[in-house]
């Protein structure tokens, strides 16, 4: 690893941005730690958990005033925040499909007459509120339709391919949409201004931001002060940058989460590849940063295969670990009911909707979240502590406890059962296991066998 020294590491150290800030110290407060992380988030989120509606396939109808109705559903199974997908007009010129894809905005002021009216849509919010839930929106913001009225009106707002024509994201096949100019002040303000109004006239709580990292970091920063001036918002943005965490976002994806446990399901990794996840969310992320960890979203779903797919037998240890380890933890709709298809795209393709033992063990994981403040996201909760077992490479296990809770759990990423025995460490005391209600007490001598793909979950006493 090659090592920067001098004035430039000191200024990425400190402030994990641009290196052109001015920063202005007195010699007694140059070397007083501070956090770099100057978001405030919302005090609702504190212990919440996502849930994400693809409102074409969530319902028959695939409308508002249809999924109003699942909320109660929602609201039993433990989800906190609806992030909506997409819910604006989609573009006709060069459309992928017969009805599109959502993220190819035509007007970022009206409502996808599919899903129904701006009407239907307030009711959505305003019940999703009176169960104490919050409501995101998906916001494109790096590209528009290309029959996006902007481009007729503003043309000089985007960005220009070799020839000067219009151009998609250099390097994808996204060839529905086209790629705005954040040089221009004037996208800048039509944008925030744009995602104001759906703070001010919906009462949305706030966004996740489709291809964050594409968009200028300042841009972010400063439509997060002008949402927050009008209430306090929750920003989740698709991106893995702890750069984001400074002025504007609450919450990034846990992409390398998600790719090493797909590994050690695909026996191309053990559980080393999560050290090093871990090592890496606590070494070098803001301490009150969220990380969504999640086992499936429309994306995954759509383009790398059904949550079956894609972690096989290590898929319920896998939705254990993004519950009970740190993180802010997602379930993509129909996860739930066990679906089992590729939901299309740009195309009608309703999930079909069952009991199913995984609704289940995602209700039981989100009721012990709510109640046990070790596993609150952030700072929170408590950090993980790794507990060395006589099988590192195939058993994951780690305590997380603060002065009210206490939790120990134990994953079996292998195919072939473990009997494990623990040294000196931080498990020590007296539990109850969170899916069986049986008692367990661990001292020097104590070992677990857990059978392959197992797992198990330790509430202290």
Not at 209 to 217: K, L, M, R, S, Y
Not at 402 to 408: I, K, L, T, Y
Request: contains cysteine.
């Amino acid at each position: 690893m090659k090592l920067i020294r001098g004035a430039a590491m000191a200024c990425m150290l400190f402030t994990m941005t641009a290196c052109n800030d001015e920063i202005t110290l007195s010699s007694a407060d140059r070397y007083e730690p501070r956090s770099v992380m100057q978001v405030e988030h919302p005090e609702w989120t504190r212990s919440a958990t996502l849930y994400q509606i693809n409102t074409r396939q969530f319902t028959p109808e695939g409308t508002f005033d249809a999924a109003r109705a699942e909320l109660p559903r929602l609201k039993e199974l433990g989800a906190d925040i609806l992030w909506l997908m997409p819910i604006h007009e989609i573009g006709e010129k060069n459309r992928k499909g017969s009805l599109g894809s959502p993220y190819s905005v035509k007007d970022y002021y009206s409502v996808n007459p599919e899903f129904g009216t701006l009407e239907d849509l307030k009711a959505f919010v305003a019940d999703a509120h009176a169960l104490d839930m919050h409501v995101i929106i998906d916001w494109v913001a790096n590209h528009t339709a290309w029959d996006n009225a902007l481009a007729s009106e503003h043309p000089d707002w985007y960005e220009r391919d070799w020839k000067g024509d219009f151009r998609p994201t250099p390097w994808w096949d996204w060839s529905d949409i086209i790629d705005l100019d954040y040089s221009k002040r004037g996208v800048r303000e039509y944008m925030t201004n744009a995602l104001k109004y759906w703070v001010e006239e919906v009462g949305v709580d706030g966004y996740r931001i489709d291809t964050a990292g594409f968009v200028p970091t300042d841009f972010w920063e400063n439509a997060r002060a002008e949402l927050d001036a009008i209430k306090p918002v929750f920003m989740l943005g698709e991106w893995e940058d702890r750069d984001l965490y400074r002025k504007a976002f609450d919450a990034t994806y846990a992409w390398s989460w998600n790719k090493a446990v797909h590994d050690i399901a695909k026996g191309h990794a053990d559980t080393g590849a999560l050290f090093v996840y871990y090592s890496w969310n606590e070494s070098a992320y803001p301490r009150d940063a969220y990380r969504m960890t999640y086992t499936s979203n429309h994306d995954q779903n759509a383009w790398e295969g059904t949550q079956f797919e894609h972690f096989g037998d290590a898929l319920e240890g896998a939705i254990v670990l993004s519950v009970v380890g740190e993180g802010m933890p997602l379930l993509y709709n129909g996860q739930e009911a066990g679906n089992e298809k590729r939901l299309k795209f740009f195309e009608k393709d309703p999930i079909k909707w069952r009991t199913h033992p995984i609704g289940d063990l995602f209700k039981t994981l989100f009721e012990l979240k709510h109640e046990n403040t070790a596993l609150w996201n952030g700072a929170a909760g408590a950090r993980m502590i790794s507990v060395v077992n006589s099988a590192p490479q195939k058993v994951l296990s780690f305590v997380r406890k603060n002065e009210a809770d206490r939790v120990f759990a134990l994953i079996n990423f292998s195919d072939t059962p473990q009997t494990i025995t623990f040294g000196n460490g931080p498990h020590y005391g007296r539990y109850t296991e969170l899916f069986s209600g049986d008692a367990a007490a661990f001292h020097a001598s104590t070992s677990v066998t857990l059978p392959a793909w197992g797992y198990k979950v330790y509430i202290g006493q």
